[in-house]
């Protein structure tokens, strides 16, 4: 192969390479977005719900938390300490104002 077909073959084939390595690393993004999606921060929620109780929307407040004490009663099994924290949270929030 003469040096300037060489060249341009080389050429080709780094593109192709980086637009692989490219291509690989916008999947792999995509991919952890919808992971991110399909399980929510457990943390994020409770913050959200104790945000809504701080505004003075209790009934918000108190449905986010419930939801998440419900998922809580549910499968727990399997939450991360993190969770097990916001799911703690979750439950003071439901029975904020209950003596019991």
């Known amino acids: 192969m003469s040096g300037a077909i060489r060249r341009v073959v080389d050429r080709i084939m780094n ?7 490219f291509f690989g690393l916008a999947m792999s993004g995509a991919v952890t977005a919808v992971r991110a999606q399909s399980a929510p921060d ?7 719900a104790e945000l809504a109780l701080s505004r003075g929307d209790r009934t918000l407040a108190q449905r986010e938390a419930a939801t998440l004490v419900a998922e809580y009663e549910r499968r727990s099994g399997t939450w991360t300490a993190r969770d097990h924290v916001a799911a703690g949270r979750a439950y003071l929030l439901v029975s904020a104002g209950d003596a019991n």
Request: charged fraction near 35%; aromatic fraction near 0%.
């Open 15 to 21: 593109r192709a390479i980086l637009g692989a390595a």
């Open 42 to 48: 457990r943390t994020a929620r409770v913050e959200r």
